[in-house]
């Protein structure tokens, strides 16, 4: 199993430039989630999954989108790069809601 | 929506003592709620969790603790060890099962 595969592992962005970062899964997972986490804070909700098909927001959402058309992949996408979106992206999955999520190594993001 | 808050930033204790980390929630309905463990420049990883019908769910060296009534739940970490240096996270999954995290707690331990 390779868990929760995130790529890239890094990234340089030029403000209004777009881009998606890709996030999967191979545990069979029901839910999945998208997660940024800036210094000092804690990760905060970009979108979540709680099944192929369905998405909705979290608690920041805006300048993202994502969609779950397979119970494996959960993409992220910039749409037009801001230098407030600089951050470490991480994305997750688990079983359903309330059980372990299981963290992809992150992507770290910079844009200029 | 949901709000979580988490105290004290940053926790220094002496090796062998006890830390403990205490978070509030708002959503009455909220009715799961993870802690994790973060070193540094690696991923979030469960360490305990806790869920509403529960007031106490204990692992080893770690407890966890859930007032439903005050809202609030408690990390406890016993006989500290070195590599228990880390930052520490709770979180509370509310009614539109978004999982809603504390700020964190960076704790340190003391040779």
């Known amino acids: 199993n390779a868990g929760v595969t995130q790529t890239p592992k890094f990234q340089v962005l030029k403000t209004g430039q777009s881009m998606t970062l890709q996030c999967a899964q191979d545990?069979?997972?029901?839910?999945m989630s998208w997660y940024r986490q800036d210094p000092g804070m804690g990760l905060r909700l970009i979108h979540y999954?709680?099944?192929?098909?369905?998405?909705d927001q979290g608690e920041v959402p805006n300048g993202y989108n994502v969609s779950r058309s397979t119970t494996e992949d959960f993409p992220l996408r910039l749409l037009s790069a801001a230098p407030s979106q600089t951050s470490v992206y991480f994305c997750a999955s688990s079983r359903t809601s309330t059980y372990e999520q299981y963290f992809g190594p992150g992507t770290r993001l910079t844009v200029t | 929506g949901e709000n979580v808050e988490q105290h004290p930033s940053t926790l220094s204790v002496q090796e062998g003592d006890s830390a403990v980390i205490k978070c509030t929630y708002s959503?009455?309905?909220?009715?799961?709620f993870p802690w994790y463990k973060q070193e540094l420049g690696k991923r979030p990883q469960l360490i305990i969790d806790i869920r509403s019908n529960v007031g106490e769910k204990k692992d080893q060296r770690i407890a966890v603790t859930l007032n439903k009534t005050a809202k609030h739940f408690s990390l406890h970490i016993t006989e500290t060890q070195p590599e228990d240096s880390a930052v520490y996270f709770c979180a509370a999954m509310d009614s539109n099962y978004q999982l809603i995290w504390g700020a964190g707690t960076k704790l340190i331990i003391k040779p």
């Open positions: 545990m069979n997972h029901e839910y």
């Open positions: 999954s709680v099944g192929a098909g369905i998405t």
């Open positions: 959503d009455s309905a909220s009715n799961y």
